[in-house]
């Protein structure tokens, strides 16, 4: 986070991430197997994020234990769970499962709080910028998502107090899978009026692109 925000939060009484903590990643190719061991150092209580993407679909149904966010406008679904006892999740697949990616990712001392606007269009660069959240609570922070339809993109947020969680390509080739981005910021949430930031998508010409975001409040 830079100087300027955290001078910002503390002068407005803000703790800069209340307390939550980015953990860890993990992702996997969907080509054969679809368990999706959670990321290195999860704890029961810690909130996951499950990402589902495809160059074609993804195939319907919920995995257990977890609640859907997104129905997938095709290519991608979103899941959020609370960690148990369990250390994996089996990813819904697709119906070409070799051009499809899912990516788990971990946050402690964290709790969902809502979604905002899901944004997807054609061709473009960059991104159009996110939704706001409704109602956000100053000083929560954000999670934001990004698929791309076959491009490889850097995924590099424009905003610097975001922090890329993992920006890769699940697929066969360029012209056969998905490009899926996720970053994070703690404590960025400084009005009702927050847009989380563009993701670099330079080379898009005609392929589809979704975008979201996600507000988090601490728990500790």
């Known amino acids: 986070m830079s100087i300027a925000r955290l001078m910002q939060q503390a002068a407005a009484g803000v703790d800069a991430g209340g307390g939550v903590e980015f953990v860890a990643y993990n992702d996997t190719n969907l080509q054969g197997s679809y368990t999706l061991d959670y990321p290195t150092g999860t704890q029961s209580g810690d909130l996951l994020f499950l990402f589902c993407g495809n160059d074609n679909d993804v195939s319907a149904g919920t995995p257990s234990g977890w609640t859907k966010l997104a129905e997938g406008n095709t290519p991608i679904d979103v899941f959020y769970r609370t960690a148990s006892t369990e250390t994996s999740v089996i990813a819904p697949d ?77 697929g066969t080739g360029a012209s056969a899978g998905c490009s899926m981005n996720v970053t994070y910021a703690l404590g960025v949430i400084d009005s009702t009026t927050f847009t989380p930031p563009d993701l670099n998508a330079s080379g898009i010409v005609s392929e589809g692109h979704f975008s979201w975001a996600f507000e988090v409040e601490p728990t500790a």
């Open 94 to 170: 697709g119906s070409n499962p070799a051009i499809g990616g899912a990516i788990v990712s971990a946050f402690r001392n964290a709790a969902y709080v809502q979604s905002n606007t899901l944004s997807g269009g054609t061709g473009h660069t960059p991104p159009t910028p996110f939704t706001a959240f409704s109602g956000a609570t100053v000083g929560n922070s954000c999670l934001c998502f990004v698929w791309y339809d076959d491009d490889i993109q850097s995924g590099d947020a424009t905003q610097t107090d975001f922090s890329v969680i993992v920006s890769d390509f699940y």
